[in-house]
């Protein structure tokens, strides 16, 4: 098994200053990796997957993304970057994708390269896996969002074997683009740099650790919303690049749904929202769904178009891209394979198997790294538990009972962290300083002298 990175990148970063400690973050969580404690939150970076939940449920914005800014691009001699149809999606279909292209080279790329045009060799070899799969466990799992491929490693690390061994598109892209205008231009690869404007936090940790590929050719990313408002100022131009885009099923990947639909799945279903993408997977995991071939899972809701870094509104979004797609659909041949096939002709465009790294699983858990040790604090975490109200309400910083019994074992929590036991524990400190009182002999306070010879007078 290939060793595992015992620190984590994380794009996701939390900003103390300005969390109030309100937990709202703590249920919203998938990994269970946020604890507020002492008033403000954490994140443990051991489970955090980077799916930004907490950061788009913050009610202060107390979270903000990594990502890269334009003054890298100094740094390279030649830059090209990989719009996909997230982006394209943020404008209307009435701006045309040559006024993006040309507001992209405005803003200081030399090249652009479509990463739509990759998604259709990624959903051929879906297709063409699926329809050579035969025997195991079903329904596979799409394996293109980097925040469901970490949830998988830390919460169902048993689906692994389920999850179709393919690359992320724009992994692909980034891997034929940079060999191939290296060999055209002349140009050794470190001095090619290759970048991705991002809808999420996931991809762009997954450019600095990636779950899924050997070795990146991606540079960097940016922020969609942070080059979107750049864009809108430089949309617009003469027009003269030269850009190959995918057809209308390359286009598609940008919507939930798009992944099948271009590998042409009829038995399959797409799932998109961190908690509905956890439901799936648990009723996955307990074999409740064999008679599906394939399910599509992104982390946010609404697909790509809906991820933390976007711009525009989800639903406004995914009307345009959908717009443009049956724009683009009504110029094609209606077979499906005919319409990739028009689009799908670079030579060597990369195969996942070459590139792809095996996922493994990220165990969650560790109580102790000595087996004995562990088993008493697992012992230890159960007695506690089981005096825990079990209530799972979150209001002692810990997202689960279980949760916060695990941290008490661990000597990071106390059993009066939880409201109840507090309550419980003053109750009967209250309960106690009673009777203690009941206990000591009563004071009586000498009469005021001169009261009492005010009162022998008036009598
Ligand atoms: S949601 Fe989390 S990070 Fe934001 S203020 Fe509340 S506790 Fe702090
Ligand atoms: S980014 Fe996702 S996994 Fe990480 S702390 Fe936030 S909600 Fe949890």
Known sequence: MAPQPTTYFHSVALQREKCQ????????????????????????????????ACAAGCPYHAFSVRTDTLEGLADYAYNIVLPAPSLYAQFPDNVPLEDIWQGLQNLGFDEIFDVSL???????????????????????????????????????????????????????????????????????????GVWFISPCPSKETNIRQSVDVQHTELTGSFS??????????????THELNVRTGSSYGLSWGAYGGEITSAGLSNALAVHGIDNVYEMLEQISMN??????????????????????????????????RRRIAALRGKEPADRHEAMARTMVLEDFPKSAAYRKKLVARPMMQLDDDIMEAMKKFERMEEVLCSLPG????????????????????????????????????????????ELAKQIPIYHEPKDLNKMEDDDHEG
């Open 391 to 434: 209530l799972d309400c979150g209001a002692c910083g810990a997202p689960s009972c279980q949760g916060l019994a695990e941290d008490i074992v661990q000597g990071k929590a106390h059993e009066i962290d939880c409201i109840f036991k507090l309550r419980a524990s003053v109750h009967k400190l209250s309960q106690g300083m009673l």
């Open 288 to 321: 409740k769904m064999p008679q599906l071939d394939y399910v599509e899972c992104n982390a946010c809701k609404g697909g790509c178009l809906g991820g933390l870094l976007a711009a525009e509104n989800k639903y406004v979004a995914e009307c345009n891209l």
């Open 21 to 52: 400690g309100c937990v709202s973050c703590v249920k919203l969580c998938p990994t269970e990796a946020i604890r507020v404690r002492n008033g403000k939150a954490e994140i443990l970076g051991d489970r955090c997957i980077d799916c930004g």
């Open 118 to 192: 990759a998604s259709e060799y990624i959903a051929r070899e879906i297709e063409e896996y699926i329809k050579s799969y035969t025997g195991g466990r079903k329904p596979l799992i799409s394996a293109t969002c980097p925040a469901v491929m970490r949830l998988i490693q830390v919460k169902f690390p048993e689906l692994i074997k389920q999850v179709v061994p393919v690359l992320a598109p724009v992994e692909a892209a980034a891997i034929y683009i940079k060999r191939e205008a290296a060999a055209r231009r002349q140009l050794p690869g470190e001095l090619i």
């Open 224 to 237: 969609l919303s942070e080059i979107y408002g750049l864009l809108l100022k430089n949309l617009g131009g």
